[in-house]
């Protein structure tokens, strides 16, 4: 008995010993290869503005640091050009984006999320050229007309001449055009916020945290095994079944598709007429596309598209404002621009392009980019030994705002990005990303956008306000501001 007291002693204290020193090698593996570290998760960036979290915890911890999660570690990458080697001669270390658990609907074979990193290969080769200008060029009636009605809606703002948040009109316009250029279609969400569509849509968009989200974010096993979902179940059904019915009409009607982007991707399909919404296993296997990862694509393209491109023209409208001698050079160059606003001309309007760019450099709508490793590996130019399960985050807010790279940072400068030396190019800018996993629909973006400031500044003159200012929500993935209070008066 006193024999078997002291096994059991000796036994209990190696196992809280070992688990002490496993921990504390844990929690002080960055600081043992020289890098400062944060300790304890204090989940600030979910109770403040994830890019204001960042930025100060930069300014205190320099440009590459480490944190501690639970069950997992974060490396923060803000050196742009280590970052960038992560994401192209180091993107067979890093090739997924996120360790989390994203559940099980379709969202989890969107391009943004997938983990398998020979699917995403197929599906971005399928994908990309969807996005090519040729076939973008056939999107630029629908987003004209959109952005005509999106002016149109103005109207009564501009007549009353009262202070109006802008927001809910762009998050129409984003919604719409997402909606005819994804799905082929016709929505004019301002006055159809019933619309199931929309509904469904601005549900799988949540940006509040959900007790299952925070559960899969933060404990990703945990959520696996209590079998949750970051996204709204139904919502996911939803867009599932929308997209299997638009797809099996489609088939019908081979030759004859729509330009739009599940047209584009149904071009391509796998024509297994499977009614069912399992994922077969061998379908990893296929050289083309199933009917459930088409719905993938096309949920991410609103998770990816809609807010991202929505909240850029807030800020594009916001520096507008801010800066009314640009607002000026702006409509100077449409009003004596002849032609219509067609894919070319759009894309050759200097100051329009020099607008946008520099609005992405000072508030990229993405607040970090992520890399994951599965694997212990190193980071060959810098010897950095990173643990298997750690993510890689940068953060362009803070990158865009480098001296070096940038000068006079805070200042809204659109010559940067017009001529012949445009930063356009810099290893610095990273408003889409990086690497091989970049942004697939950033030509659409950009077309959506000069599109929409194009109709607005055309029709509209943006009023100054020198007490404007924009609160932004709380550890919030986008850098999206809660609403735009501004006031407009007609040309
Ligand atoms: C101003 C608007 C936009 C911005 C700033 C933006 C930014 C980004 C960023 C930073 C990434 C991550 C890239 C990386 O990990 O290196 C990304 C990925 C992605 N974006 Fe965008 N995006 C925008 C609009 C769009 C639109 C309109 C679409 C589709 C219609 C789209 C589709 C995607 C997809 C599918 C991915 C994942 C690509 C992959 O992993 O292969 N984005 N975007």
């Not at 071009?267 to 050289?287: H, M, P």
């Amino acid at each position: 008995m006193f024999f078997h007291s002291i096994i059991l002693t000796i036994a209990t204290a190696i196992i809280v010993i070992s688990a002490i020193y496993k921990y504390y090698r844990c929690h002080t593996f960055w600081q043992r290869q020289g890098i400062k570290a944060r300790y304890v998760p204090d989940f600030g960036w979910m109770r403040e503005p994830m890019h204001e979290f960042f930025y100060r915890e930069a300014k205190k911890f320099g440009n590459i640091f480490g944190i501690y999660g639970i069950g997992n570690s974060f490396l923060i990458m803000n050196d742009p050009k280590i970052a960038r080697e992560i994401s192209t001669k180091e993107f067979h270390k890093f090739p997924i984006r996120w360790g989390n658990y994203f559940g099980k609907t379709s969202v989890i074979l969107s391009l943004v999320f997938i983990q398998d990193y020979d699917a995403w290969k197929r599906i971005r080769a399928i994908a990309a050229p969807a996005f090519t200008s040729a076939k973008l060029k056939a999107m630029i009636t629908p987003i004209n007309n959109i952005s005509n009605n999106f002016v149109n809606n103005l109207k009564k703002h501009a007549e009353n001449g009262e202070m109006f948040d802008m927001k809910i009109y762009t998050n129409a316009l984003a919604m719409d055009v997402i909606a005819s250029c994804g799905f082929g279609i016709e929505l004019n969400s301002i006055n159809e916020y019933n619309h199931p569509l929309v509904k469904h849509a601005l549900r799988i968009m949540n940006v509040d945290f959900t007790f299952s989200m925070i559960i899969c974010m933060v404990f990703p096993s945990l959520g696996r095994f209590l079998d949750f979902d970051p996204v709204d179940r139904k919502s996911a059904k939803f867009f599932d079944d929308l997209t299997f019915k638009i797809i099996e009409d489609r088939l019908k009607r081979k030759n004859q598709q729509k330009k739009d982007l599940i047209g584009l991707l149904v071009e391509q399909t796998v024509n297994d007429n499977s009614e069912s919404n399992e994922i077969d296993k061998k379908e990893q296997k296929l050289k083309g596309i199933s009917h459930k990862e088409i719905a993938g694509q096309v949920i991410g393209f609103f998770l990816a598209g809609y807010d991202t491109t929505n909240v850029a023209l807030c800020h594009i409208i916001y520096y507008l404002i801010k800066h009314p001698e640009w607002q000026d050079k702006l409509y100077e160059e449409l009003s004596t621009h002849d032609s219509s606003l067609d894919y070319e001309s759009l894309r050759n309007l200097p100051i329009l392009n020099g607008v946008i760019y520099e609005t992405l450099r000072l508030k990229p709508p993405v607040n970090y980019i992520p890399r994951y490793t599965n694997k212990d590996t190193t980071l060959l130019n810098t010897g950095i030994k990173i643990p298997a399960k750690t993510t890689i985050l940068s953060h362009p807010y803070i990158i865009h705002r480098m001296p070096e790279y940038f000068p006079d940072p805070e200042s809204f400068q659109p010559e940067r990005f017009m001529g012949e030396k445009s930063m356009e190019s810099s290893i610095a800018y990273m408003p889409f990303g990086l690497g091989n996993r970049f942004c697939v629909g950033m030509r659409f973006a950009l077309i959506e956008l000069r599109a929409a400031v194009a109709h607005l500044i055309l029709n509209y003159r943006l009023l100054p306000d020198p007490n404007l200012k924009l609160d932004y929500y709380k550890g919030h993935f986008i850098l999206s501001p809660k609403q735009l209070m501004i006031r407009i008066a007609k040309r």
